[in-house]
């Protein structure tokens, strides 16, 4: 009769190969810089669009403000004059700013872009994390 199983050669193969594979494929799950940064430049495209639904919404100009370490959705108190305020994220509590991660870079043509009641924009390039996106003038339509 004849036993079934595995012979010692294929043993060492499956555990060689399976060593190659955790030392190839672990780190790259292991390091979440690059996630960070693209869910950073996710997070500033998204504020873009939203500022530019809120603008057309409330009828009052509202600005994205991007400096080198991070971004800010404004609005001025009184719709054209007055001071501003920061607004407010619809999802979570506090304003709508966020500070970029450490190991990403963020920069923009335009310090600050600013929405406008029609949905037009002052338009402008943003830069992060290695992704581009722009801010169309005419339209306010933000796209990578």
């Not at 043993?11 to 190969?17: A, E, F, G, T, W």
Request: charged letters at 15%.
């Amino acid at each position: 009769m004849r036993q079934r199983g595995f012979s010692m050669t294929e043993l060492v193969l499956v555990i060689i190969v399976t060593g190659i594979l955790a030392v190839v494929v672990v780190p790259a799950f292991t390091d979440s810089g690059e996630f960070r940064a693209r869910g950073f430049s996710d997070e500033v495209q998204s504020a873009a669009r939203h500022a530019q639904k809120l603008a057309i919404a409330s009828a009052c100009p509202v600005q994205l403000t991007i400096t080198a370490d991070d971004y800010t959705l404004s609005q001025l108190d009184g719709c054209t004059s007055g001071t501003s305020f920061t607004v407010q994220h619809p999802a979570r509590s506090g304003g709508y700013t966020g500070e970029k991660p450490s190991s990403t870079t963020l920069t923009s043509s335009a310090g600050t872009i600013t929405f406008f009641a029609d949905g037009s924009s002052t338009g402008g390039t943003i830069t992060t994390g290695g992704r581009t996106f722009n801010v169309v003038t005419t339209t306010g339509y933000v796209f990578e």
